[in-house]
Nanobody
């Protein structure tokens, strides 16, 4: 069982930056692919970025060049650095952990990011 706790959300003006953190506990963090998802108001949850166990990263086209995902296995923590934020980035951001070999998947409770124009 893995517990995921996100933090770092808040209200920011367009063009600003935020850094989200996701702290994991309860299992071996380094075994998990880690991802960020987001759910804008009234819309479906969408994938934002992923970092593998080998720290290979991928980000969605909508955030490419603005968002950076990283992980610190020693701290059991994943980060999402968000720069040049836009109002359309407003959403609840969720942390996701996936142990591919076991098919184990966990979600955090989410953190709200609001970008004002």
């Amino acid at each position: 069982q893995v517990q995921l706790v996100e933090s770092g959300g808040g209200l920011v003006q367009a063009g600003g930056s935020l850094r989200l953190s996701c702290v994991a506990s309860g299992s071996i963090f380094s075994n998990y692919f880690m991802s960020w998802y987001r759910q804008p108001p009234g819309k479906q949850r969408e994938w934002v970025a992923r970092i593998t166990t080998g720290s290979i990263t991928n980000v969605a086209d909508s955030v490419k060049g603005r968002f950076t995902i990283s992980r610190d296995n020693a701290k059991n923590t994943m980060y999402l650095q968000m720069n040049s934020l836009k109002p359309e980035d407003t959403a609840v951001y969720y942390c996701n952990a996936l142990w591919v070999a076991k098919g184990e998947e966990y979600w955090g409770q989410g953190t709200q990011v609001t970008v004002s124009s």
